[in-house]
């Protein structure tokens, strides 16, 4: 893996955020020469690789990916472009779905643009497992039918589309990797499982919005491997791969293995603000990544209980970042 990798000049958009740091650092402990997009902002903060031990050896560059001449002078000279930028809070794109149309789908644009004119080698695209919707069959390979069941899960259709026009119409050498729901150190209060256990640690009320629908979590650092592959398997160029671990959790069942983990009896309360807008919530979602296996090599290295203990030590030395009990949109 290392020697793949060594001296190869690679480009992260989204380095700033949860699994862009992260995939970032794997690649500069790889060898790689690490380019990292992030979002321009006054403060000058490059997000969690602020402090990342890594980060002097990555080059970090300030821009927009939906502005097409911040991704141009990005991604000049680079091999291969993981494209991670996006908008992601589902709540959120109700009340925004302009802003995720034109940062989803108009980034992505502005990337697959940038990799044809740059002549870029690869480009590894972050889909989401919200584009399938509610499973209508389980477990969900890649043919599951997809279904835009919220501004967010739609701009993502559209993004994972313009990455399939630009394979299917110009040969450009694309691979979309589609994780399932991705836990661990660094992720935003936003998510569920940092939502859970902040709150467990906090005052053990764990305040929630619907307890019923299951997710297949995936711990950071095998999602991360999953890029790395991805970035480097000829034989997964036109693909999309799902990455997930074929075990299904419901949030109530999460509350409980978290609680255990934690060592305290959370108290679950239902609060009307976190509750998903009427049709929109995805009640069902379970990974098939036999493809992932055969194209990739890739499997999963960690339980979902070594997972979220590893998660739950970082958050303990971390809870100061975070606002427990309050509402993260």
Known sequence: MTSHWHGRRVLVTGAAGFIGSHLAERLVEAGAEVRCLIHYNSLGSAGWLDASPLAD?????SGDIADRDSVV????????????ASLIAIPYSYSAPD?????????ALNVLQAARQLDVTR??????????????????????????????????????KMVEAFHLSFGLPVVTVRPFNTYGPRQ??????????TQCLGDGVVRLGNLTPTRDLNFVRDTVEGFVLAGQSDAAVGHTVNLGTGRETSVRELVELIGRLCEVEPLIETE???????????????????????????????????????TIAWFRENLHRYRPGHYVV
Not at 188 to 197: D, E, K
Not at 277 to 306: I, K, M, Q, T
Request: proline share 4%; charged share 25%; net charge negative.
């Open 73 to 84: 002078r990005a991604a000049r000279d680079v091999e291969v472009l993981f494209h991670l």
């Open 99 to 107: 802003s995720y149309a034109r940062v989803n789908i108009g980034g």
């Open 272 to 310: 009307e603000q976190r509750q998903r807008v009427e049709g929109s919530e995805v009640e069902r979602l379970l990974a098939d990544a036999s493809l992932a296996r055969r194209l990739l090599g890739w499997e999963p290295s960690l339980s979902l209980e070594e997972g979220l203990a590893a």
């Open 123 to 160: 480009v590894v695209h972050t889909s989401t497992s919200e584009v399938y919707g509610t499973a209508r069959t389980c477990p969900m390979d890649e043919g599951h039918p997809l279904q835009g069941q919220s501004p967010y899960s739609a701009s993502k259709i559209g993004a994972d």
């Open 57 to 61: 050896q990555m080059e970090i560059v």
């Open 188 to 197: 935003s209060a936003r998510a569920v499982v940092p939502t859970i256990i």
